[in-house]
């Protein structure tokens, strides 16, 4: 009885401490515009040609510890490309054509940062999903994306990111390497 006494009194005296500790993690959202270097691949155009695509890129990131969080992010981008498309109607037909691209990314994993003045340089590690679609067909592939960047602190709570990845898809059985570049605002809390 004598040990339960003292592990109770040690744990009380220690709670103040505890639950400074049990504070939930710091966290950031950002939405911005984004900018994909596509390589179109196979599936859509032959022969397989590359297409500059733009949208958005979300995130949310909570820290797990000061300098590690636990990323989520969404990426949507549209665009066009042009060449010999994969169904033709007719037989006379030569199928070369403007072709409408549509990709999204979700994607999730971690993150180490840290704050020098101002900036918060950051480097990430990231898997999920990858999806792409035209008006005449469509593929669903594991991604990743290997990066990172820096936000810089406006006022208070908000912040301007600037972010550059590696980001590498699957379709059609064909390898995708692609350059994705993102800028926007941040929100701190």
Known sequence: MLKISRFALILFALAPA???QAVLPKANVYFGYSYN???VGQGF?????SSNINGYEFSGEGQVLPFLGIVGDISSYYGHASGIGPLCPSPA???IGTYSIREQNYLFGPRVSVTVGKFTPFAHGLVGI?????GITSD???ATALGGGADYKLSGPL???FQADYLHTRFFSSHQNNVRLSTGIVFRF
Do not use: K
């Open 18 to 20: 505890l639950h400074a």
């Open 37 to 39: 270097h596509f390589n």
């Open 45 to 49: 155009v032959i022969p397989s040609s």
């Open 93 to 95: 037909c030569s199928g």
């Open 130 to 134: 990858g999806h792409t679609s035209s």
């Open 140 to 142: 669903t592939s594991f």
């Open 159 to 161: 912040a301007w990111r």
